[in-house]
Nanobody
Framework: QVQLVESGGGLVQPGGSLRLSCAAS????????MGWYRQAPGKQRELVAA???????NYADSVKGRFTISRDNAKNTVYLQMNSLKPEDTAVYYC??????????????WGQGTLVTVSS
C-alpha cells in the first residue's frame, strides 16, 4: 500500500506564489517519475509538470518560466513551486507518482488533490 499526502494549496492573489508538496509513504522499493496535474472546473485534467528519477523535467507551455518542479528522493517527496500565479491557474492540483512497491510491483498512485485559488 502506498499513500500520497499533498499540502500547500490555498488562496493567493494574482502575482503571488505557492509551494505544493506531495509525500509518498508505504511499501516503496523505488519511485520513478513524479508529477503534478491540475483540473479546473469544467475542464479535463492536464499535466502541469513532471520529473523523472534522474531529474529531467518537462512543463506545460502555460506554466513554463513560472513553475518549478523538484524532488527530494530521500524524503520521497515532490514539490511544485508556483510563482507569478494567474487566475487561470485556479484548479485542484493532483500529485501523481510511479512507484515500484515491495509486494505489488509497479503502481501509479494519485494524491487526494489540493485546491489552488488565484483571486484578488
Amino acid at each position: 500500500q502506498v499513500q500520497l499526502v499533498e499540502s500547500g494549496g490555498g488562496l493567493v492573489q494574482p502575482g503571488g506564489s505557492l509551494r505544493l508538496s506531495c509525500a509518498a509513504s508505504g511499501s516503496i522499493f523505488s519511485i520513478n517519475a513524479m508529477g503534478w496535474y491540475r483540473q479546473a472546473p469544467g475542464k479535463q485534467r492536464e499535466l502541469v509538470a513532471a520529473i523523472t528519477s534522474g531529474g529531467s523535467t518537462n512543463y506545460a507551455d502555460s506554466v513554463k518560466g513560472r513553475f518549478t518542479i523538484s524532488r527530494d528522493n530521500a524524503k520521497n517527496t515532490v514539490y511544485l513551486q508556483m510563482n507569478s500565479l494567474k487566475p487561470e491557474d485556479t484548479a485542484v492540483y493532483y500529485c501523481n507518482v510511479g512507484v515500484v512497491t515491495i509486494l505489488l510491483g509497479y503502481l501509479e498512485v494519485w494524491g487526494q488533490g489540493t485546491l489552488v485559488t488565484v483571486s484578488s
